[in-house]
């Protein structure tokens, strides 16, 4: 198996993992995305040396970097910006711009799938109105009744879009 494939492989068996934990639990744990971080950047020194390293690294960073303002937000749980990071560590930085491109696009649309299912477009829409009111007036900051704790909207457990994401990216990479 090639570098380039077992970085792939071991980047589908973090996000399968994180997954099924998410939508059991609704927690990622931190010892799948820390060890999985860590893995990550131990494999691309060994490969590639200092340039592993760094890519590795950047990709570290550039994946929690890319979703760190949705966490401070309250919108999105720390797992889930872990987890960015971890993959990160294993694909690198060019790679992590098309994962957070693509879960976002497939966020969005797992998101309106649960709104229709749950019936809960009206609530959403008027939601949104108020997020983007109170942005407007106060600013940039958590809406403590539309926060990830205590919306009573439908959930989604992100790491199903952070894995259609990391799925779409290989694809059309």
């Not at 570290?60 to 910006?81: E, H, K, N, S, T």
């Not at 098309?98 to 609530?123: E, K, P």
Request: hydrophobic residues 55%; charged residues 10%; contains cysteine.
């Amino acid at each position: 198996m090639s570098i380039f494939a077992s970085h792939w492989t071991a980047a589908f068996a973090v996000a399968a993992a994180a997954c099924w934990f998410d939508v059991r639990t609704r927690r990622i744990p931190n010892w799948l995305t820390f060890s999985a971080a860590a893995l990550g950047l131990v494999v691309a020194t060994f490969a590639d040396g200092g340039p592993g390293t760094a890519s590795s690294a950047g990709g570290l960073v550039v994946g929690m970097a890319l979703f760190f303002p949705l966490f401070l937000l309250r919108g999105l749980g720390a797992g889930d910006v872990k987890l960015m990071g971890a993959l990160g560590a294993w694909l690198g930085v060019s790679v992590m711009f098309g994962v957070a491109l693509y879960t976002s696009l497939a966020g969005g649309v797992l998101a309106l799938v649960l709104i229709v299912r749950h019936g809960y477009a009206t609530q959403a829409a008027r939601n949104l109105s108020l997020l983007l009111t109170h942005w407007r007036v106060v600013g940039i900051e958590p809406v403590d009744t539309l926060t990830l704790e205590t919306s009573a909207g439908p959930k989604l457990p992100y790491a199903l879009p952070i894995a259609t994401g990391l799925a779409l990216t290989f694809w059309l990479w």
